[in-house]
Every structure is written in structure tokens, then in C-alpha cells.
T-cell receptor
Framework: GAGVSQSPSNKVTEKGKDVELRCDPI?????LYWYRQSLGQGLEFLIY????????KSGLPSDRFSAERTGGSVSTLTIQRTQQEDSAVYLC??????????????FGPGTRLTVL | AQSVAQPEDQVNVAEGNPLTVKCTYS??????LFWYVQYPNRGLQFLLK????DNLVKGSYGFEAEFNKSQTSFHLKKPSALVSDSALYFC??????????WGAGTKLIIKP
């Protein structure tokens, strides 16, 4: 596709349930990022994938959060045993990776997660 | 420590007036700086970036930003604001791990 896509666009779940959020990056982009944005707030980095390298998981807030990227393309962010504080918009972005050259990130529309 | 600061939570400007959204940064080495915009209920969109060269960078929707190395600033500007410019603006700097460090965002409100 032309841009980064995310699904679902909205997800309402009950506390304690697991959820999976999907990101389909721009074709050819080797770098993929997950962020979390609470209402009207800034971006909180969660995890970063670059090619076949081990992901940078330094931003994951707890062990309930995990992510994988299959075949260097589609990524899934999984939140286990959701809590109300997990409610936020989850944003995915992708970019080219050019070593020493700056690379802008292209964002998807986000998934709005509401935990009741 | 590497960081980005947007000192204003909100900026109010009358339509037709010039606008400035402030950003300062702290990063080791040469900074790669970005501005993004987030319109209501939409994803973030890239506006412009500074890598090297001319300190005045022009971007989308008539926006520009001025890189000032001595003041470690990268303020976003537009000569004449439009109501449609009302949005949330984020400044970011790339760190040594090729990740972006984000400012907290500034809400820009343009009043007719």
C-alpha cells in the first residue's frame, strides 16, 4: 500500500483480556517503530525493529507487552491481561534505514485501545 | 542526556498573524531535527527536517524552521497562520541509535 496501515482502528476490551494490534509498514521500509500516545500527550516509545537485528525493547512498560515482526514486514503488538492504564492510541511508524543518513518516519493512523 | 524541549504547551495566534512554535534540543554530535504535525483524530505527518546546510528549512503547508546551533533551537514558523493550521506539533531529534527523541508537543490554536 501507499502508507502505513494499522488494524483495528478501534479496539474496546475488558480488563484482563489480551489484545493484538497489527501494523503493516510501507513496502521496503526496514525499520518499524511502535509508540503509545495518551490523550493529547506526547509519544512514548515502545519498541523498534530494524531488519533482522534484535529489536530494541527498552520502551516496553511491562512484561505484559510484547511485539514481533514476521518476515521483516508486518508487526504485531500484543498486550496481555490488559489494564485500564493501557488505554491509549498505539501508533506504528516505518522508515528506511540509511545508516548515517537521516530517515523520516511515516506513521499509521493508529489503533485507539480502550480498556473497560 | 539527549532531550527535546517544547516549552509551550499551547500557542494561540490570530489568523493571518505570524506564528512560532518553539523547540530546543540537547544531543551529542550533529543534530538531525524534525517537525511533525498531528491534526485532530489523524496520524502524525512529517512537516520538515534539518540535516545539514542552510539553517532555514522549508517544509509542507508553508511552514519553515530555523536551525540555530548556538542556541540549540529549531523553532517552527509560518508567516501567516491559517485556522486549518490548528493542530498538535511535535519536535524530534534523532539520537545516536537512529531513534527519534520526541518533545511533549505544542497545541497550536489559530483563532479566526
Amino acid at each position: 500500500g501507499a502508507g502505513v496501515s494499522q488494524s483495528p482502528s478501534n479496539k474496546v476490551t475488558e480488563k484482563g483480556k489480551d489484545v493484538e494490534l497489527r501494523c503493516d509498514p510501507i513496502s521496503g521500509h526496514t525499520a518499524l517503530y511502535w509508540y503509545r500516545q495518551s490523550l493529547g500527550q506526547g509519544l512514548e516509545f515502545l519498541i523498534y525493529f530494524q531488519g533482522n537485528s534484535a529489536p530494541d525493547k527498552s520502551g516496553l512498560p511491562s512484561d505484559r507487552f510484547s511485539a514481533e515482526r514476521t518476515g521483516g514486514s508486518v508487526s504485531t503488538l500484543t498486550i496481555q491481561r490488559t489494564q485500564q492504564e493501557d488505554s491509549a492510541v498505539y501508533l506504528c511508524a516505518s522508515s528506511t534505514y540509511l545508516g548515517g543518513v537521516s530517515d523520516e518516519q511515516f506513521f499509521g493512523p493508529g489503533t485507539r485501545l480502550t480498556v473497560l | 542526556a539527549q532531550s527535546v524541549a517544547q516549552p509551550e504547551d499551547q500557542v494561540n495566534v490570530a489568523e493571518g498573524n505570524p506564528l512560532t512554535v518553539k523547540c530546543t534540543y540537547s544531543v551529542s554530535g550533529n543534530p538531525y531535527l524534525f517537525w511533525y504535525v498531528q491534526y485532530p483524530n489523524r496520524g502524525l505527518q512529517f512537516l520538515l527536517k534539518y540535516i545539514t546546510g542552510d539553517n532555514l528549512v522549508k517544509g509542507s503547508y508553508g511552514f519553515e524552521a530555523e536551525f540555530n546551533k548556538s542556541q540549540t533551537s529549531f523553532h517552527l514558523k509560518k508567516p501567516s497562520a491559517l485556522v486549518s493550521d490548528s493542530a498538535l506539533y511535535f519536535c524530534a531529534v534523532r539520537d545516536s541509535n537512529y531513534q527519534l527523541i520526541w518533545g511533549a508537543g505544542t497545541k497550536l490554536i489559530i483563532k479566526p
